[in-house]
């Protein structure tokens, strides 16, 4: 993308591009958590089965992780600013969709195009802090004020979301937005040029992005309607229509080359197929155990979204300290221990969770569940930060937007996929999944981090994860 002089701090635009910024990053963090802490209410208000529950938050995710190396691609085609008002406008309609939805299939479909528009946002952002702010030590600071703003959306989402659905009803999750994408558009279009390059613009590589997600959304639907009365022609198709749009895939990413939209040479050395395999472990299994945790507050704590959301809104902040620290601590600890640590740590708390709501359980609040929820949250932070700085390390200058863009691919799916296998959502406990799998990560955290990386943060730093749980 061609770089176009940007405003100063002191010139005349300045003041409205931090704000818009930081408010479309707000918006989409804030849907995320106000859906997952209103998951009964939207169940009853739909009147959706377990399947189509699971697949309100899979449908997005899913979208969200395949839609994320196109958003880039789009965004070097065709301009930051554009992509960002059609991304944001596409949002709002989806939200639209959703909250007149009158199915479990007009629902699935909002959320997958929610997901999708969500998507395009963080290259777009991404590219207008490159731009704007070249400068590596003032886009350091944006990009962190970035992935604040977006902790600050998912503590909003948890109590402020949770107010509303009780207040205005279960459909205003979704009709919320559309208030506040209307005040974005504007302040969007507002934006200086920010053009894509004034040369041939690259190919957008539809095949690379349509087939792997849709491979994903076969298989993992013949996982979820593999318990249900589905005639086995359909579970077959599925399975085997996943199973040829994977390997099409494959074949359509190598035949691309270098105009691939993954390179795959970014997954090569110094420990990045781990750190990505690691992400989408850890963010999978520990958003999961987040889910789960909701649903039982709900379902046998008695209490309401707005209430959730406070129960909630701790973690946030735990999440938020733990981020702010985690920096300055992989200074003087290497990621191969800090990393299994984290694993561990999300380990024992989801063991203490699985002892504290083992029956004889008597369904009553308990406050102390607060703590391994925060040791959850807090291994969460101490395994997400040394990993995308691992993602990026060594990446050449200009090409860490497209290594950060896999990391957060690796985790929306991550997330998808366990969500999907662990069937919390028809009543079963994952403790001991999880547990497993965590313990899993911390292996494969010491075997597959033992190359030295660096220890402190790279010159440009990953992008903000904008499926932060809880």
């Known amino acids: 993308m061609s770089v176009r002089t940007g405003p100063t701090r002191s010139g005349p635009r300045w003041w409205l591009v931090t704000p818009t910024l930081l408010a479309t990053q707000v918006l989409v963090m804030l849907e995320g958590t106000v859906v997952n802490v209103s998951l009964v209410r939207i169940r009853a208000e739909y009147g959706l089965d377990d399947t189509a529950l699971s697949w309100v938050l899979v449908s997005y995710l899913l979208a969200f992780g395949s839609g994320m190396l196109a958003g880039g691609r789009l965004t070097d085609a065709f301009g930051a600013r554009r992509v960002l008002v059609v991304a944001v406008g596409v949002f709002g309609l989806a939200s639209l969709l959703c909250g007149l939805a009158t199915g479990p299939a007009t629902l699935l479909s909002g959320r997958a195009l929610q997901g999708l528009a969500a998507a395009a946002t963080v290259p777009g952002l991404l590219a207008v802090i490159a731009e704007l702010a070249p400068d590596p030590a003032r886009r350091n600071r ?270 929306q799916i991550g997330g998808a996929v366990l969500i999907t296998l662990v069937g919390l959502l028809s009543g079963v406990r994952p403790y001991q999944a999880l547990v497993v799998l965590l313990t899993v990560g911390a292996v494969l955290g010491v075997l597959g981090l033992r190359r030295d990386p660096a220890r402190v943060e790279p010159p440009e730093p990953a992008p903000p994860t904008l499926g932060v749980h809880p």
């Not at 807090?378 to 990391?407: E, F, K, N, Q, Y």
């Open 142 to 411: 944006a990009v962190a004020r970035l992935t604040g703003a977006g902790l600050v959306g998912g503590g909003i989402g948890l109590t402020a979301g949770g107010l509303l659905v009780e207040w205005l009803g279960t459909r205003w999750v979704f009709l919320v937005n559309l208030p506040l994408c209307a005040a974005l558009l504007p302040c969007l279009l507002a934006l200086p040029g920010l053009r894509g390059p004034a040369g041939e613009r690259p190919r957008l590589g539809v095949g690379q992005v349509v087939l792997p997600g849709a491979a994903l959304a076969m298989l993992l639907g013949a996982v979820g309607l593999s318990g249900e009365a589905v005639p086995w022609p359909v579970l077959t198709g599925l399975v085997a229509g996943g199973l040829l749009s994977a390997v099409a895939a494959v074949l359509v990413v190598r035949r691309a080359g270098a105009d691939s939209v993954l390179p795959l040479g970014l997954l090569a050395g110094r420990g990045r197929p781990t750190a990505y395999a690691l992400s989408a472990l850890v963010f999978g299994s520990t958003h999961t155990a987040f889910i789960h945790l909701q649903l039982v507050v709900q379902r046998d704590w008695g209490l309401g979204p707005a209430a959730t959301g406070l129960v909630f809104t701790p973690v946030i902040v735990v999440m938020v300290l733990t981020t702010a620290a985690t920096p300055r601590l992989l200074r003087r600890v290497p990621d191969r221990v800090l990393v299994p640590a984290g694993c561990l740590l999300a380990a024992a708390g989801m063991v203490w969770a699985a002892v504290a709501l083992a029956p004889p359980s008597t369904g009553a609040a308990d406050p102390l569940l607060l703590v391994p929820m925060a040791m959850l949250a807090t291994g969460s932070a101490l395994c997400m930060v040394p990993l995308a700085v691992r993602a990026v390390d060594g990446i050449p200058p200009g090409r860490t937007g497209v290594a950060s863009a896999v990391l957060t691919c690796a985790q």
